[in-house]
């Protein structure tokens, strides 16, 4: 009975006793060892680490990629806008050591430098470039992280810039300027149209000048698309060259013949004469009638 508790108590002292020498290190952690206080410089990779009881302490540190959120930062850019942006950091601990001796606790440590970082971020920042040119505050806001984050053991392996809210009637005067944009646009496309389409007028009236016989096709070509409408009325337009031709022959044939051109006063004048030559004839059949009587 003696032996057995003699063994116990044994096996009690043993596992104790390796329950205080051997740690378990996973697979995306490292172990940094402090012996009686003092950091020891061999790292202790995943698996068991054997420490040396009482003297022994072991600090695990996580090596993953850590994603941390940065509060929405109140800030004027340069062009003395109000805006609120809010960004996002991945890093990961890249030297354990240094992680766990030079800072207290990093993780605060990189939010308060991304915060502030932040700020200085949209105080030398055109609202423009909040707004197009990320991709360079991003690598602007990286390095201003990554100077201090390499002094505690951290690597900042990227920084993006989530969000820019702004003051709604800032929004209001970026669509009205959009709209007036737009706006101008189209006006320059349609004048850019009416040019393009006087031009090609311009050409087709020179070959029509050209070709006379261009204008007769196309002529018929409107109405054959007309027709095809099922319309009840088909208007035949005229053409004016036709009346030229005819105004033309017209006083050609009057000079041939040597007609004079007639004029307002001259019929007036014919017809007084005509009223004068019928009162005389009136007159002399009265004369007659009375030497009739007579």
Same mark, same amino acid.
């Given at each position: 009975?003696?032996?057995?508790?003699?063994?116990?108590? =044994?096996?009690?002292?043993?596992?104790?006793?390796?329950?205080?020498?051997?740690?378990?290190?996973? /697979?995306?952690?490292?172990?940094? =060892?402090?012996?009686?206080?003092?950091?020891?410089?061999?790292?202790?990779?995943?698996?068991?680490?054997?420490?040396?009881?009482?003297?022994? %302490?072991?600090?695990?540190?996580?090596?993953?990629?850590? #994603?941390?959120?940065?509060?929405?930062?109140?800030?004027? #850019?340069?062009?003395?806008?109000? =805006?609120?942006?809010?960004?996002?950091?991945?890093?990961?601990?890249?030297?354990?050591? $240094?992680?766990?001796?030079?800072?207290?606790?990093?993780?605060?440590?990189?939010?308060?430098?991304? /915060?502030?970082?932040?700020? !200085?971020?949209?105080?030398?920042?055109?609202?423009?470039?909040?707004?197009?040119? $990320?991709?360079?505050?991003?690598?602007?806001?990286?390095?201003?992280?990554?100077?201090?984050?390499?002094?505690?053991?951290?690597?900042?392996?990227? =920084?993006?810039?989530?969000?820019?809210?702004?003051?709604?009637?800032?929004?209001?005067?970026?669509?009205?300027?959009?709209?007036? &944009?737009?706006? %101008?646009?189209?006006?320059?496309?349609? +004048?850019?149209?009416?040019?393009?389409?006087?031009?090609?007028?311009?050409?087709?009236?020179?070959?029509?000048? @050209?070709?006379?016989?261009?204008? &007769?096709?196309?002529?018929? @070509? #409107?109405?054959?698309?007309?027709?095809?409408?099922?319309?009840?009325?088909?208007?035949?337009?005229?053409?004016? &060259?036709?009346?030229?031709?005819?105004?033309?022959?017209?006083?050609?044939?009057?000079?041939?013949?040597?007609?004079?051109?007639?004029? !307002?006063?001259?019929? #007036? +004048?014919?017809?007084?004469?005509?009223?004068?030559?019928?009162?005389?004839?009136?007159?002399? @059949?009265?004369?007659?009638?009375?030497?009739?009587?007579?």
């Amino acid at each position: 009975m003696i032996t057995f508790y003699v063994l116990a108590g =044994v096996a009690a002292v043993g596992a104790l006793w390796l329950a205080t020498t051997v740690r378990v290190v996973k /697979q995306f952690e490292r172990g940094v =060892v402090f012996r009686f206080g003092r950091v020891q410089s061999r790292v202790r990779g995943p698996g068991l680490a054997w420490l040396v009881p009482v003297a022994d %302490r072991l600090e695990k540190v996580n090596m993953q990629i850590i #994603t941390m959120p940065v509060p929405a930062q109140d800030g004027i #850019t340069r062009d003395n806008v109000t =805006v609120r942006v809010d960004a996002v950091i991945y890093f990961n601990v890249s030297d354990p050591v $240094r992680a766990a001796v030079d800072v207290q606790d990093y993780m605060s440590a990189i939010g308060q430098v991304a /915060q502030t970082s932040l700020r !200085s971020i949209i105080g030398k920042s055109n609202l423009d470039d909040l707004l197009c040119n $990320r991709e360079g505050l991003n690598q602007g806001l990286e390095l201003m992280l990554d100077s201090p984050a390499l002094g505690w053991g951290i690597h900042i392996d990227r =920084v993006e810039i989530k969000d820019v809210v702004l003051p709604d009637s800032m929004k209001r005067s970026m669509s009205r300027q959009a709209e007036a &944009e737009r706006e %101008r646009r189209a006006r320059v496309i349609t +004048a850019d149209g009416e040019l393009q389409a006087s031009q090609k007028l311009a050409q087709a009236a020179r070959v029509m000048t @050209e070709h006379p016989a261009a204008l &007769e096709l196309r002529l018929l @070509e #409107t109405v054959v698309e007309v027709a095809a409408e099922k319309n009840s009325t088909l208007v035949l337009p005229f053409p004016v &060259e036709l009346l030229r031709f005819l105004e033309g022959a017209t006083q050609s044939r009057s000079a041939m013949e040597g007609e004079p051109a007639a004029t !307002s006063p001259e019929p #007036t +004048a014919v017809s007084n004469g005509a009223n004068s030559h019928w009162s005389a004839h009136r007159d002399i @059949e009265t004369v007659t009638t009375q030497e009739k009587f007579e």
